[in-house]
């Protein structure tokens, strides 16, 4: 049983465009909430996080909007570029980020000029 | 100590042997863990440590894997018997843990790749 679904599985976005990605979680126990972004090769790395207190947290161009009652919350790239062209993984936690990260399947997004 | 290190980043083997794979963490990280990724994956959990003490493993971890830390330093992950199913890539990722609404995340290193032919 998967605990955290992650969608769409691919996305292609205009350079300048807005990139969403949308999670949604089971286990109402979970507290932490960080999406992580991966290059070819390379280890994912943290974007941004987000606890279950608050409904939006933005960091530059990165958003999360978290929605409690719905389980589920999404990533919004703003003025997307090229470079954000990376595999996104949306993840969730117990007690605070304490316990180990179950993660989505991915988002491959492309941008293109 | 600029990241996670893990070595070797690739390793080819023959189905039935062993293999193993280290991972050096950040210094001040007490905490460490494994996971495996496939191709079109998210990461998936395997096995994670608090300075020596390994306090969970998952289903995904048969016998056939087993994980150590000594002196809560640098951790070692051996697969015996290797298996095409355990094609993958391996990761492990260190943080220091979170104290109260602080929590700096995971920093995962570049993985080690494994084929089994």
Known sequence: ?113 | DTGVSQNPRHKITKRGQNVTFRCDPISEHNRLYWYRQTLGQGPEFLTYFQNEAQLEKSRLLSDRFSAERPKGSFSTLEIQRTEQGDSAMYLCASSLGSTGYLNYGYTFGSGTRLTVV
Request: charged share 15%.
């Open chain 1, 1 to 113: 049983q998967q605990q955290v679904k992650q969608s769409p599985q691919s996305l292609i976005v205009q350079k300048g465009g807005i990139s969403i990605i949308n999670c949604a979680y089971e286990n109402t126990a979970f507290d932490y909430f960080p999406w992580y972004q991966q290059f070819p090769g390379k280890g994912p790395a943290l974007l941004i996080a987000i606890r279950p207190d608050v409904s939006e947290k933005k960091e530059g161009r990165f958003t999360i909007s978290f929605n409690k009652s719905a389980k589920q919350f999404s990533l919004h790239i703003m003025d997307s570029q090229p470079g954000d062209s990376a595999t996104y993984f949306c993840a969730a936690s117990l007690n605070s980020g304490n316990t180990p990260l179950v993660f989505g399947k991915g988002t491959r997004l492309s941008v293109i000029a």
